[in-house]
């Protein structure tokens, strides 16, 4: 086979390497002289160095002689240096790199060409009679333009800005920085690549670039600025620049990598295939690792170019997508990690190491269980000498002065639908003892309503009259000898209820034998759903009065904490939300007064939780922004806790329902909002509930039995 | 786990030009083998034979197995009429009817049979509600005999579908690919399940081709079948099960995935591949 290569990086060079071994045909043509070379180091990791050594020993050997190696990470924040050991990597100067793949490329036989540019008009004419074009000419690639729909290209920014420096000095291990100025945070990504020299990449928000005058900077001032900011750390050594510009760091993403033009397969490796966010630093290690995967393709389906093609993007393209949405998560805490400047050393430390997923409570105890330790115990809130203490999960939360939960984990039980007349009987109590028996420190009942006309189904509990008092008061008594506290969900489903039972599809409606349905506005829930009449003055004091008895008579049945229910599209969720109540600027005025309505009647030393929706995840909705606005006035209406919800408030807002879904939104509400939440959203493993903790992302977390250690279990490194 | 085996509605027919008995065939000797479901596919500008029709001549032959869409495309049919047929074919057989009901991924059949395609999405999770009320009235189709209508299954992989199948449906139907593919789909579908209030569980249903006498005629089937997803055919192709091994290996991988049934679809016609898969599950 001939194969034509744009582009002499790393992953051009190394794919010239293994298809020379294989006996191809190889020309690879690059812009630039030999030698010449952008940007510093490059890292790698101990998994990547270890399919170098399988792939090509030579290299692989002459590479290793080059490495700088470290183990730990510096922290430096807040006047404190965090050290986190047990994390293996090495890395190398670029041009050493380069020059040690285009020293082998050469050895092989393999025909390169430097200084060669390729032609704007015809792209493909230096790779005329080829039978592949590799388009590894990086995260502009010209071969890629030219066949963007064909590839399916898009493009991804980030928000933040960015800049590469070296530095004249090898520092001791891979090193953070974060420096928060007048014009707002800046951050430092550095590491050691050779015994002189380091990458030194600072980044920081677009309105603190622009606020700190960078953004009419010339290059010189900037590198300037630069030294000036972080001369603590480079005492007497300088920054250096090498077209060190601010960039904004683009994801690159495509649907195909390879296609036909006129007769020739293209396809693409490296940077032009993919980019991700350079704070996992693993642009190098993912380039390299297509190289072998292309390689190992052709050798797998000799004489069959489209099989291999194949076979290559399907090797490659989950592992890459996996990468860039840990890459995004890691993006993103770098474009939020201004609202954790509140945090301790020890969690802002854990949380910056746990911040993309790969890193969790469990595996970051077998890299450095001195660190976790020390996380630990600030969590508990124990000094030294003190070295036995619980894990996060198993960390006791005091709600209110007569609530202690015994551990950060709460469940739901099943939705029963089997009460009679909203009375709740043997069925509840023997299920929400039987939730209370797996451990879980809080049990949330399924919706109770307030008033009969604001259940979900017929079969749904409520807490209206004197009766239901008794029967809540059984569930109590039931799940505190269990050994857990009740939540009880209070909830008036407005334009959703009046449904049949939902074991065969939600919302739908009662044939015969419902009520009427109350809803801020008379729109109703789906095109099948009945339609809600408008609340007056009047209906809306009614409900706002029964909110308040029911919370008496939750108080008086022995319930521990009064959930309130401002979420999945009921009653008080759709007085919140624009989509639901257009036209009244003052959307959340009820939903507080029905929450004064609850405290007044809820004893003051029991806690009063709200579940909130924070996100409608719905065009013209509530927003994350929205959501830490409310979490802060129900907060400061008397609510001490929120449960973080989105969605639901219309019927097709869907989320994307990975792993810890709801994760970053808790996050958010829980440190803009200064508001203690729970969260829930797909948690399966006790281990997330631990790293969730530590890492001050949330206060306790809501498992699910029918997920709960169910599915796959996180991947990759 | 059960497995299922499709029908081969749209592979090439081995006789002379349309496939008529060899499906009935098919649906008698898959009947005495160790499957659990007869599955179909739906496609209208191919060769490809009506899903409805097929399973209602597979009833007529079979009495043990269950009759299952991999998937029909919703919103080309009114959803009366999807209702009428699929009750009609649910009493016809005896209440066997598992409705596996997706969006589909060709712009060509929405042309065809003169559906939107635009509001698709919201087309769909109407006619599934539709379809359920329809089953538990009177007024329109047959009485079907499984109580409240067939089981529905909703397909697709975005967020959007796996809310439908929570919302609407008795579970989810993955479109194939290799075990990780399935176990994360099935992931995503349960926690939209935990996360829309659905009580319960959903049943999780998987799909792979299979082609075991001859798998170059069953990849060039899918090249064919595929085509109009560009260079995705050839990954298709690749995850053709090729050999008993590939088979048992895809049956302990979605096993282990959360699978409730794996229905095996045919990429060639031969009814001998029955006895091959057979060979290849014992």
């Known amino acids: 086979m001939r194969v034509g290569i744009c582009g002499g990086g790393p992953a051009g060079l190394y794919l010239a390497i293994l298809l020379r071994r294989a006996g191809h045909e190889v020309a690879l043509r690059e812009r630039n002289p030999p030698g010449v070379t952008y940007g510093w180091g490059v890292v790698f990791s101990d998994e990547s160095l270890a399919e170098l050594r399988d792939a090509d020993y030579e290299t692989y050997l002459q590479i290793d002689a080059a490495l700088v190696r470290w183990s730990s990470i510096d922290i430096h924040y807040a006047g404190e240096r965090i050290r986190s050991t047990g994390h293996g990597f090495a890395a190398i100067a670029r041009t050493t790199l380069l020059r040690l793949l285009a020293e082998r490329a050469v050895a092989l036989g393999a025909d390169m060409a430097f200084s060669t540019e390729v032609p704007d008009d015809d792209p493909w004419a230096p790779f005329a009679g080829c039978d592949l074009v590799v388009a590894a000419d990086g995260v502009r690639s010209a071969l890629r333009a030219a066949q963007a729909a064909a590839f399916g290209s898009r493009f991804s920014p980030t928000a933040s800005k960015y800049v590469w420096f070296g530095a004249d000095m090898a520092l001791p291990v891979f090193t953070f920085i974060f420096t928060p100025t007048a014009h707002g945070l800046f951050q430092v990504h550095a590491y050691p690549y050779d015994a002189h020299r380091s990458t030194f990449i600072v980044e920081t928000s677009e309105a603190a670039w622009r606020s700190a005058g960078l953004d009419a900077m010339s290059e010189g001032d900037s590198l300037a600025f630069c030294q000036d900011l ?152 124990a000094a030294a000498p003190r070295l036995v203490v619980p894990p996060p999960l198993l960390t006791p939360l005091r709600l209110a002065a007569g609530c202690e939960l015994a551990n950060r984990v709460v469940m739901a039980g099943p939705i029963l639908e089997a009460a009679e007349d909203g009375r709740p009987g043997e069925a509840h109590a023997s299920a929400l003892e039987g939730v209370a028996a797996t451990g879980a420190a809080l049990v949330v009942t399924e919706e109770v309503a307030p008033v009969a006309g604001g259940r979900v189904t017929s079969g749904s509990p409520g807490l209206w009259n004197d009766d239901h008092t008794e029967g809540w008061a059984k569930v109590a008594a039931r799940v505190h000898e269990a050994g857990a506290r009740l939540a009880l969900r209070l909830t008036h489903a407005g334009r959703r209820g009046s449904t049949q039972p939902r074991g065969r599809g939600l919302d739908r409606p009662l044939p015969a034998g419902g009520w009427r349905l109350v809803a801020p506005s008379p729109v109703p829930y789906t095109a099948r759903s009945l339609r809600p009449e408008a609340m007056d003055a009047a209906a809306r004091e009614a409900v706002r009065a029964a909110y308040g008895d029911a919370a008496a008579r939750a108080a008086d049945a022995g319930v521990d904490v009064l959930l309130l229910d401002m979420a999945d599209g009921y009653l008080l969720a759709s007085f ?51 959501g830490v606005i409310l979490a802060r006035r129900l907060a400061a209406g008397g609510a001490g806790l929120i449960d973080v919800a989105a969605g639901h408030t219309v019927p097709d807002a869907a989320a994307d329902y990975r792993r810890l879904f709801n994760a970053g939104l808790a996050d958010r509400i829980r440190n803009e909002a200064g508001v203690p939440v729970v969260v829930g959203g797909h948690i399966t493993r006790l281990d997330e509930v631990n790293t969730v903790l530590a890492a001050g992302r949330a206060d306790l977390c809501r498992l699910d039995p029918r997920t709960y250690l169910r599915g796959t279990p996180p991947s990759p490194g | 786990m059960r497995i299922g085996v499709g029908l081969p509605t749209s592979t090439p027919p081995s006789g002379p030009r349309h496939r008529g008995p060899e499906l009935l065939t098919w649906a008698t000797r898959a009947e005495a083998g160790p499957f659990a479901s007869l599955g179909v596919t739906d496609r209208l500008v191919y060769d490809c034979t009506d899903p409805m029709v097929a399973l209602a001549a597979a009833a007529a032959v079979t009495t043990r197995l269950r009759l299952v869409t991999m998937v029909v495309i919703g919103p080309i049919r009114p959803a009366a009429v999807l209702a009428a047929q699929a009750a009609s074919l649910d ?135 595929y085509a109009f997803t560009g260079p995705f055919a050839e990954r298709v192709a690749a995850g053709l099960l090729d050999s008993p091994k590939a088979v048992r290996e895809q049956v302990a991988g979605y096993a282990e995935g959360g699978c409730d049934e794996l229905v095996l679809l045919p990429a060639t016609s031969d009814p001998s591949e029955l006895d091959r898969l057979a060979d290849a599950l014992a």
């Open chain 1, 230 to 381: 972080f001369a603590p750390y480079l005492g007497d050594h300088r920054l250096l620049s090498n077209e060190s510009v601010w960039r904004t760091f683009v994801t690159v993403r495509n649907r195909s990598w390879h296609c036909q033009v006129g007769g020739q397969d293209v396809v693409l490796v490296g940077d032009a295939a993919h980019t991700a966010h350079f704070s996992i630093g693993s642009g190098t290690r993912l380039a390299l690792d297509d190289a072998i995967a292309l390689a190992k393709a052709f050798v797998a389906s000799p004489g069959d170019r489209s099989a291999a093609l194949a076979a290559y993007e399907g090797d490659r393209q989950p592992i890459v997508e996996r990468f860039q949405e840990v890459a995004t998560d890691s993006a993103r805490y770098f474009e939020s990690v201004g609202r954790y400047l509140g945090f301790a050393p020890e969690p802002f430390a854990f949380n910056l190491l746990t911040r993309s997923g790969r890193i969790s409570h469990g595996n970051l105890t077998a890299r450095d269980p001195v660190l976790v330790n020390r996380v630990d115990r600030r969590f508990v809130g």
């Open chain 1, 576 to 626: 919140l939300s624009p989509l639901t109540n257009p036209g009244d600027d003052r959307r959340d005025s009820y939903p507080l007064e029905v929450l004064a309505a609850v405290r007044e009647a809820w004893p003051a030393g029991r806690p009063l939780a709200v579940r909130l929706v924070a996100d409608d995840r719905f065009p013209g909705g509530l927003t994350a922004a929205d």
């Open chain 2, 91 to 225: 009493a016809l057989s005896g209440g066997r009817v598992t409705l596996g009901v997706s969006l589909g991924a060709r712009h060509d059949d929405y042309d065809a049979a003169g559906a939107d395609w635009r509001s698709r999405g919201r087309y769909l999770s109407d006619e599934l509600a539709a379809m359920r009320d329809i089953w538990e009235g009177t007024s329109v189709g047959p009485r079907p005999a499984s109580p409240g209508g067939p089981d529905l299954l909703v397909g697709g992989g975005s967020g959007p579908a796996f809310l439908r199948a929570a919302r609407h449906a008795d579970g989810y139907v993955h479109g194939g690919g290799p075990p990780r593919a399935f176990a994360s789909a099935a992931e995503r579908a349960r926690a939209a399940w935990v996360d829309a209030g659905r009580p319960g569980e959903p049943q999780l249903w998987g799909q792979s081709y299979f082609s075991l006498a001859d798998p170059d005629a069953g990849a060039d089937y899918l090249r064919h079948y």
